[in-house]
């Protein structure tokens, strides 16, 4: 405990000086040699291609995914049975604390930001939700966010091809981190006005000046909205001589594209739209802060002076060395394991207090 005080004061004396991020620069060269030499998968034991944690994750993510837009199902049993498969399951399940529309034809499971949208548009205190949200991220913490949400898959099988990804000082990571808390209090605000003009009557003239934004401000740039309602409800282009149905998607252009960049530039920079844009992900922060799964480190087995590849495969990029050894709470951490994974001291614990 006496380490961790210390640590902690290191922190606020590191955030203070203005060389470190020439040390981040200096280390980033030495980063990709670091993470080659840490032990991955031991080729004594070929079961471990298979059964580890990253794999594991990697097939729960593609389950969820397919899960919340069930097209393949409905492909091969019927739009019908599917639908009513779904619908069965959605009754039961709580909404979880990812991005995931409501409107998703096929889905089985809708996202707790979503879901608030919703219902505070429609003039209802969204009660159990909130309840449900701040119970999960209690005791999960952000876990649905790395193991669950599509868009957080989308961008983590985006990443896995670049081996060598941009890491912005931390001083731009701060600044930039700020703008999805800027986002949500916009959203929330127009999210509350509209539903307190409805519960008051006089909702109309708001609704139509908001237009797209009306039902829920986050929706045009949501990604998950984007991908599992409006892609659904596009005309698509099956030929050369159909290509020209492209000309008719308009304000679904701008979509697209956005859709694209995330991609692409999640290539680079992983998980670039969770650290910095998704309002959703800021609100789950804030109530998986003191959660009770969190990621701590063995300080008998942790060398921190010499060894970073915990930061450096930490996709929300959290410096990981610079919180206590006991628990790291931070409210970026989505509990991928990924650190854990790579720690070649094997450092990394999962704590649950
Ligand atoms: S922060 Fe990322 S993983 Fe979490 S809800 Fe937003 S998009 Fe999904
Ligand atoms: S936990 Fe410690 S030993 Fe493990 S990767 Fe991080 S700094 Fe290195
Ligand atoms: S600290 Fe570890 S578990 Fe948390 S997001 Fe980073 S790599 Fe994943």
């Known amino acids: 405990m006496a380490e961790d005080a210390d640590r902690t004061e290191d922190i606020a004396e590191e955030e203070e000086q203005p060389e ?40 729960v993510q593609i389950l969820f995914f397919i899960g919340i837009n069930a097209y393949l199902f409905a492909a091969w049993f019927g739009g019908d049975e599917v639908l009513a498969f779904w619908e069965n399951f959605r009754e039961v399940l709580p909404t979880l604390p990812i991005i995931a529309p409501l409107e998703g034809s096929f889905a089985v499971l809708a996202g707790t930001f979503d879901t608030l949208q919703r219902e505070l548009t429609s003039g209802f205190f969204p009660f159990f939700t909130i309840g449900a949200m701040i119970i999960i991220l209690t005791i999960l913490g952000r876990s649905a ?84 309602v409006e892609f659904a409800n ?77 930061e450096v495969v930490c996709p929300m990029n959290i410096r990981i060395r610079r919180f206590p050894y006991q628990h790291m709470h931070s409210p970026d951490c989505i509990l991928c394991l990924d650190c854990r994974s790579h720690c070649p001291n094997k450092a990394i614990v999962v704590r649950f207090s």
């Not at 200096?26 to 004594?44: F, H, M």
């Not at 081996?163 to 930039?176: C, D, F, I, M, T």
């Not at 006005?193 to 986050?218: Q, R």
């Open 145 to 228: 966010c790395g193991w669950i949400c599509p868009i957080g898959t989308v961008q983590d099988f985006a990443s896995i091809p670049n081996r060598n990804k941009v890491r912005p000082a931390p001083g731009s990571e701060n600044e930039l981190r700020r703008i999805k808390a800027y986002l949500f209090v916009i959203i929330g605000f127009l999210a509350a006005w509209v539903g307190v003009s409805t519960v008051l009557g006089n909702e109309e003239a708001l609704v139509n000046v908001l237009g797209p934004f009306a039902n829920g401000a986050f929706d045009p740039f949501n990604p998950a909205y984007i991908i599992f």
């Open 234 to 310: 596009q005309n698509w282009p099956t030929g050369l001589e159909t290509l020209w149905y492209v000309t008719q998607w308009e304000w679904f252009l701008v979509q697209f594209a956005f859709i694209i960049v995330i991609v692409v530039v999640s290539f680079w920079i992983p998980r670039w739209f969770c650290r910095w844009i998704c309002p959703a992900g800021w609100l789950y922060g804030v109530f998986s802060r003191a959660a009770l799964f969190s990621i701590g480190r063995n300080p008998a087995r942790c060398t921190p002076d010499t060894c970073n590849v915990c």
């Open 20 to 59: 470190l991020d020439e040390v981040v620069k200096e280390e980033k060269t030495k980063d990709t040699d670091r993470i080659d030499k840490a032990p991955r998968i031991s080729l004594k034991n070929p079961l471990g291609l298979i059964f580890n944690t990253r794999m594991l994750r990697r097939v």
